[in-house]
C-alpha cells in the first residue's frame, strides 16, 4: 500500500484522495496527445530510414534473458 507520494510539485501528500488526484494528474501530463501536423509527420516518414535486415530483426524478436537485464543495468554504474 502507498502511503506517501511526492506529486509532480513535489509536495509530500501522505492522504488517499491527494495520492490519488497525485497519480491522476501524473498519468493525465504524461499521456497527453501531441499537436502534430499533418505535412510534419509525412516529411518525419519521408527521411531516408533504412529497413531493419533480417537477420538483425530477428534478434529484436528474441527474449530478453534476466542475465542480459543484469549485466545492461550493471554497466550503468559508476
Given amino acids: ?11 509530500t501528500q501522505e492522504n488517499s484522495l491527494a495520492i490519488l488526484k497525485a497519480f491522476s494528474t501524473h498519468f493525465l501530463n504524461a499521456f497527453q496527445t501531441i499537436d ?15 529497413p531493419i535486415p533480417p537477420e538483425i530483426n530477428s534478434t529484436l524478436i528474441e527474449p530478453i534473458t534476466k542475465d542480459e537485464i543484469r549485466k545492461a543495468l550493471s554497466q550503468g554504474k559508476p
Fill in 1 to 11: 500500500m502507498i502511503n506517501k507520494i511526492r506529486g509532480d510539485n513535489c509536495v
Fill in 36 to 50: 502534430v501536423q499533418e505535412d510534419c509527420m509525412n516529411n518525419m516518414l519521408e527521411c531516408n530510414i533504412r
